[in-house]
């Protein structure tokens, strides 16, 4: 089995480490919240770590999944971070979603060392991460990543190798990209035909039998109509992702206006305090404009 490493443990990176040590691997355990880590290594036999850096030293191949770039660059470069523990030969994979330059910026550092980054977001929500059912679009060198792949399997069985340092990352924020404008637009037809009588589950009916039938709708639209929002997604991070894609359409001179207009309508969200909620709970802000509510 491998000697394996994993920091962050929120709503998926606590699912995502467990099924790494429930295939039987050792794994150094880090969280910002101390207890997180300290619970998860005595219940499944993990190795707690007080700082990055001792999981640096521990692991050969060293996961993480954290909220942004920043959190990202502070886990693995800053004080006490892995950076400092990490030894040559050794594999770092990313899982979070942050800026493919700020992914090409680590691996560099890295690299100094002898050691290598692969940027591996990820996609499948809590859902997959409990299940151990989600896709990595991975970028970086080849065979590196073919060396640590095995180490994937126990979080998620399919794997899409995209290319050099941040494909997996570009990859990964155009998926996102349509999923949030496909969210965006159930929304809309959903309010207009609620706002015009027509019953909300009827309406679903019409959109799963018909070209407009999508997974994330089929997944989502039973959550709308029970009005459960506790978050398989959070709409903060969804909301992150979007200020990505932007800044990779700004540097790559791609226009991405439908994208331009949901960041602004997700960022009202936010704002009226629904961050922490599922994506799928930007449907409120048209609901309330509307007068109408998306209910089963």
């Not at 880090?30 to 290594?41: D, E, F, Q, V, Y």
């Not at 692969?118 to 499948?124: F, M, R």
């Not at 700004?250 to 949901?262: N, R």
Request: hydrophobic share 45%.
């Amino acid at each position: 089995m491998a000697k394996l490493g994993f920091l962050g443990l929120g709503l998926m990176g606590y699912p995502m480490a467990r099924n790494l040590l429930d295939a039987g691997h050792e794994v150094a355990l880090w969280s910002h919240t101390a207890a997180k880590a300290r619970r998860l290594a005595k219940s499944h036999k993990g190795v707690f770590c007080k700082t990055p850096k001792e999981v640096g030293k521990f692991a050969d191949c060293i996961f993480l999944c954290v909220g942004n770039s920043e959190m990202s660059e502070e886990v693995l470069l800053g004080v006490d971070g892995v950076f400092k523990g990490v030894r040559k030969g050794k594999v770092i994979a990313d899982c979070s979603t942050i800026a493919p330059s700020v992914a090409r910026r680590i691996a560099k550092k890295f690299e100094t060392k002898g050691a290598f980054f692969l940027d591996a977001p990820c996609t499948g929500s809590t859902p997959g991460a409990e299940g151990g059912t989600l896709t990595f679009m991975i970028g970086g060198r080849k065979k590196v990543f073919q060396s640590v792949r095995e180490n994937f399997l126990p979080m998620g069985k399919t794997l899409f190798y995209c290319g050099r340092q941040g494909m997996g990352l570009h990859a990964k924020l155009s998926q996102n990209l349509v999923l949030c404008n496909m969210m965006q637009g159930f929304i809309e037809g959903m309010v207009l035909a609620k706002k015009a009588g027509v019953d909300p589950k009827l309406m679903f009916e019409v959109l799963d039998k018909s070209a407009a039938k999508a997974g994330l709708i089929s997944f989502k639209a039973p959550y709308i109509f029970k009005r459960d929002f506790e978050a398989a997604f959070p709409l903060k991070w969804m909301h992150k992702d979007i200020g990505l894609m932007l800044d990779s359409g700004h540097e790559l001179h791609v226009p991405l206006p439908s994208t331009s207009l949901v960041h602004q309508l997700f960022g009202a969200s936010i704002a009226r305090g629904q961050g922490d909620e599922d994506f799928c709970s930007a449907v409120k802000l048209l609901e309330d404009w509307a007068g109408v509510e998306v209910k089963g």
